[in-house]
């Protein structure tokens, strides 16, 4: 069988099916639901007024007892 697309409006649940495309429509058919583009912005709406701060981030790793001698981090070996 041939895909068939065509565009048409949800109404209370019900598919409605153009009449051109009734006489090629099986009793039992797959349906993948695709929205239009009139669905408005693809993304998310900014949440709060004012950016992220450090201090919002959880900690992935404890740094506290880590000791950091620049020097030694810079030495070419």
């Known amino acids: ?6 565009e048409t409006v ?3 649940g019900v598919i409605r099916i153009p009449e051109q495309y ?3 429509v099986p009793n039992t058919v797959n349906v993948t639901l695709v929205p ?3 669905e408005g912005p693809k ?3 900014k949440t709060k007024d004012k950016p992220f701060s450090i201090d ?4 992935v790793l404890d740094t506290k007892e880590w000791k950091f001698n620049r020097e030694e ?3 070419r070996r």
């Open 73 to 75: 981090a810079n030495e």
């Open 22 to 24: 009734m006489d090629l």
């Open 43 to 45: 993304f998310r709406p």
């Open 10 to 12: 949800v109404n209370g």
């Open 36 to 38: 239009t583009e009139q």
């Open 56 to 59: 919002e981030f959880p900690a």
């Open 1 to 6: 069988m041939r895909t068939i697309q065509f």
